[in-house]
């Protein structure tokens, strides 16, 4: 089979398509024919070596690339009783020291990183859902703000923040969304119950909208300190991206959300995008043979929703 590895880190061109066994599922995985896999920033930064020189995982000789995938169950290793060959999934692998990826023909998963496909969603759009709305509920959960909250989310017109802002309005909380000038309608069609342009003074005016400060942020921007401000005194952060977390300054709690592959959280996101409770977003299509196309188009920037490979 092809996949898509690196083994020398560096830019785009460090992407090597290279032909490996099929992998053999282990007690309790499941083989993946892959149908979509889409492209992620941590993608990028796995190529580029930046999370070996981080400690976020060891060097290695081969690496694999990919984290989102959508496909058909392929075959199951033992003990998997709960899923069946030919049944349409979409999943996340969460690990990083591994040396195939979801960019590849197939992909071997733990049963419990994968959710069913409902009739009606495209294996292009689950492919969007795994990293992205499993990274903005888990963040909200850590949150945890009662409902009639209020909720600053970084970044909303991206991929994880878009998701955060329609979860968070799904669970009764009051969004104050930052993202362009040109991004504002788009964004409170998600559900934004405010807007704050990104060129603004950030806490300024989000205390405009919710005097006092907000009662927690979700900065999927990486904002840091400028997105601090807004929050209320003894109020709750979670930055998304390693490293980019504030000095807890007037007694908030500032938390560092990590991704964890949760295949029953995966099962009600794709539920609601295929109840068109949660908008996917799809920038481009790409054939796996032109993934170093697809990072250069992230590293291009001002991409509105995932760049999704197809095998």
Known sequence: MRAIVVRSYGGPHALEMVECPVPEPGPGQVRVRVEAAAVNPVDAVT???ALVEA???AARATTGI???????VDALGPGVTDVVAGQRVAGLRDRLDLSLGAYADYLVLEATAIAALPPGLSSLAAATLPLSGLTAVQ???LLDLPTGATILVTGAAGAVGGYAVQSAARRGLRVVAVA???DEQPVRDLGAHWFVPREADLAESVRRHVPGGVDGAL???ALGISALGAVRTRGRFVAVVGGAQPIPLRGITVMNQWIAADGAALSELVRAA???QLSTRIAETL???EAVRAHQLLAKGGLRGRVVLIP
């Open 47 to 49: 190529r580029s070596g």
């Open 55 to 57: 400690g976020l995982m």
């Open 66 to 72: 990919g984290w989102d995938v959508a496909g058909a």
């Open 139 to 141: 963040s909200l959960d």
């Open 180 to 182: 362009g000038a040109g």
């Open 219 to 221: 900065d999927a921007a």
């Open 274 to 276: 295929s109840q068109g």
């Open 287 to 289: 054939p796996l043979t």
